[in-house]
């Protein structure tokens, strides 16, 4: 077992020089502004004074915050459907294949792909001229931002209750029956909550990237949608304020830690050994 032990050295490597290294320059630079010739670096809560002060930032975080929870919401009233078919279709590796195959491509191709789908001159203007209906303007809207999201991530929801679902002890749903439940009443009081677990994870695997996305709203918005990505993209890239994104950085990470908290704790109520626990 000694000798394995030698396997993880070039995982801790890449962990420092990718993971640790650059947190703690984002701490840094959060608390810190720019010195004098005396001092390089000055102790500063400036930046974050800023951003709470700052009401079109807090808007930005709200908006975030508001585009992830639907995003969240419509992966899982869809995904859901989709999983449990695929259940309980004869063709579940075929179905499986067919979630996955999107995610094959590049994400920043994709939604390259449906900001022609929605722009002026897209598939969605073609069908509406087919009618004679005018041009539906779509890429400024927040429905082309979170039609974008939902597409791109919701194969993480479907394959994650997908894998809850499938893993379900059939013998209950018998039990179920013999106690006189229907169809509705087993899927309510058995396949729910036996999935909830699954749910879960996916929620966890939608909201977290989608709080956090910068180049779906910056495609898809018209490029005057901004959420906190976008915020933390140009205060590093173009405006060459590091302190203050490395300080909204920051709260983002406190955001995204508070979610996964909460995610993790509503897992351990619903999940049938949590409960047992």
Known sequence: MKSF??????????????????????LLYAFTKEG????????????????????????????????????????????????????RSRFKIQWVLLTTIPTWINMLVRT???????????????FFGLFGLGPFKMLETNFAVVLGMVYNFIPFMILQIYNSLEK???????????????????????????SAPGVISGITLVFLPAVSSFFIPKLLGGGQYVLIGNVIE???????????????SLIMAVVIIISMYITRYIDKKVSPEGGNG
């Open 168 to 194: 379900l002890d059939k013998s209950y749903l018998e039990a179920a029956a013999d106690l006189g439940a229907n169809r509705v009443q087993a899927f309510l009081r058995v396949t729910l909550p036996l």
């Open 36 to 87: 004098n010739s005396v001092r390089n670096f000055i102790f500063s809560l400036d930046s974050f004074r800023r951003f709470f002060s700052d009401k079109v930032f807090l808007g930005v975080l709200e908006r975030s915050l508001v585009i992830a929870v639907l995003t969240t919401f419509f992966c899982v009233i869809l995904g859901y459907p989709a999983a449990y078919a695929m259940v």
């Open 234 to 248: 140009n205060q590093f890239l173009t405006a060459g304020d590091w302190s203050f994104g490395s300080a909204i």
């Open 5 to 26: 032990r030698k396997l993880v050295y070039p995982y801790i490597v890449w962990a420092v020089i990718m993971i640790i290294v650059p947190m703690v320059m984002i």
């Open 112 to 126: 390259y792909a449906w900001r022609g789908i929605m722009d002026n001159k897209g598939l969605i203007n073609a």
